[in-house]
């Protein structure tokens, strides 16, 4: 018999998870001077943001993919 998994209920939202998750990424970076470790967090800052836009472009009703 394999492992049970444990399961947990998020209670708040995907998106709203990410953007809390892109504003504490964000305030870190501002306190750290300029350099490349400050570049990867706005690296990862961008990439949440763009994973919030993907989630409301997917949940929005009606929407077409967008043309590549």
């Not at 919030?52 to 472009?57: A, I, K, N, S």
Request: glycine share 6%.
């Amino acid at each position: 018999m394999g492992k049970k998994r444990r399961r947990f209920k998020q209670i708040t939202p995907f998106r709203e998870r990410l953007n809390d998750f892109a504003k504490d990424l964000h305030e870190e970076a501002r306190s750290l001077p300029a350099g490349p470790d400050r570049d990867e967090l706005l690296k990862r800052v961008r990439g949440a943001e763009t994973a919030v836009l993907w989630d409301e472009w997917l949940s929005a009703p009606g929407q077409t993919p967008p043309i590549l």
